[in-house]
């Protein structure tokens, strides 16, 4: 390793609206279930299609009927 690195000639990153943060969130096993079965078809991981389903809902300004 150096003492010291230039970082000079870096480029800053061009996604930083595309960083993700760990979070915590307390869902049902069965909602769970539920993703983890069509990310199986999909071929993506579980979190990604929640992330995917998420971001669209917030796109698309979808409210939640509560009933």
Not at 20 to 36: G, H, M, P, S, V
Request: proline letters at 3%.
């Amino acid at each position: 390793m150096r003492d010291v690195y230039d970082f000079s000639n870096s480029v800053k990153n061009p996604y930083p609206k595309r960083l993700k943060k760990a979070i915590t969130l307390r869902i049902d096993e069965d909602t769970i279930a539920y993703f983890k079965e069509i990310a199986e078809t999909k071929g993506v991981s579980y979190q990604n299609l929640i992330n995917l389903y998420l971001r669209d809902c917030a796109n698309s300004h979808r409210q939640l009927e509560i009933k």
